[in-house]
């Protein structure tokens, strides 16, 4: 059986700035087609491996490839098959939305319509503003119609919603799922757990430089993370906790001995923002065993 070399390659990446560490060692695979989410707190690292694989920071060691090529030799034919959303986009204020992406557009051989990108983005009614005059989720959507009106092959998209309302998230995610069902790899780094849960296929998580977890969405932070939480309170009026991989036998029991239903009670399924945040905290979640504890307020 053949596989297909993946789209992304980091092996031990390493860089640093003067003595600060940023990536200490890095190493995953990103697979045609694949959406992989990069996730960490403020400082881990992110945006660094990104800028090292977008070819717009060098490396202090490792391996990396990326569409085959190694981002230092990246000329401009391997640049014009990645799409890049930064964080920060550059201002350009004068200009309309539809002649800023005219203009990128004409950069690209097999670009997309640009009435189809901005009516992808939902700014069909600010076609023809000047982007000084957009709001800041507005000037976001720009930036995410200008890493993708090149038609790429991989997408980098760090931290694409921030500032985006609510309705604006979902329809962008919306935009992300048809650009996977296009066959885009796409590497997003997020804060918002939901998103990364609603869109990618596989997360690593990076702390302090090193990758702490990776895997696929729903495994990520090991079984243990994701056993189901039961939470009620007693008669004496305390909060408790038990966790369980089957709450409905505890939940029985607490019926059987209350004759009723207990007050407050809750089945809480961890999110993936619950497992993240054992994760970058340390915590390792007890072992099934439905012992009963009381919650601290
Ligand atoms: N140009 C730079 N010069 C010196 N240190 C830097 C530079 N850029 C980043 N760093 C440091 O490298 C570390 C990693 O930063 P990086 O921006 O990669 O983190 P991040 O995970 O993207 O964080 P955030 O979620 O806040 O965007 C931090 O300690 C940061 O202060």
Avoid at 87 to 92: F, H, V
Avoid at 109 to 117: A, L, S, T
């Amino acid at each position: 059986m053949t596989s297909l070399a993946p789209v992304v390659r980091v092996r031990d990446l390493r860089k640093s700035y003067g003595s600060v560490d940023a990536v200490s060692g890095v190493s995953f695979d990103i697979h045609a087609g694949e959406t992989f989410a990069l996730l960490g707190p403020n400082g881990a690292g992110k945006s660094t491996t990104i800028e090292v694989l977008e070819g717009y920071r060098d490396r202090t060691s490792g391996e990396v490839s990326v569409l085959g090529v190694d981002p230092r030799r990246g000329g401009l034919g391997w640049k014009a098959r990645l799409g890049i959303v930064l964080q920060s986009a550059a201002e350009s204020g004068n200009v309309t939305v539809t002649e800023q992406l005219t203009h990128f557009a004409g950069f690209y051989q097999n670009p997309r319509r640009v009435g189809e990108v901005i009516e992808a983005v939902g700014l069909q009614s600010k076609a023809k503003t000047r982007i000084g005059k957009l709001s800041g989720g507005q000037r976001r959507r720009v930036d995410v119609a200008l890493g993708i009106i090149g038609r790429p092959e991989l997408l980098f998209l760090d931290e694409p919603t921030t500032g985006f309302d609510p309705e604006a998230r979902h329809q962008f995610w919306d935009l992300v799922r048809r650009l996977k069902a296009e066959g885009t790899t796409i590497l997003l780094t997020t804060h918002y757990l939901d998103e990364a849960a609603q869109l990618g296929d596989r997360a690593g998580v990076i702390n302090e430089g090193r990758l702490i977890d990776i895997g696929a969405i729903d495994e990520i932070g090991g079984a243990e993370a994701r056993v189901p939480l039961v939470r009620w309170r007693d008669e004496a009026g305390v909060l408790r906790e038990a966790r369980s991989h089957e709450p409905a036998r505890i939940v029985a029991g607490l019926v059987a001995s209350l004759g009723r239903e207990p007050g407050d009670l809750e089945i809480i399924r961890p999110s993936l923002e619950d497992v993240y945040l054992g994760l970058v905290r340390g915590a390792r979640p007890d072992p099934e065993n439905s012992r009963e504890t009381e919650v601290r307020a």
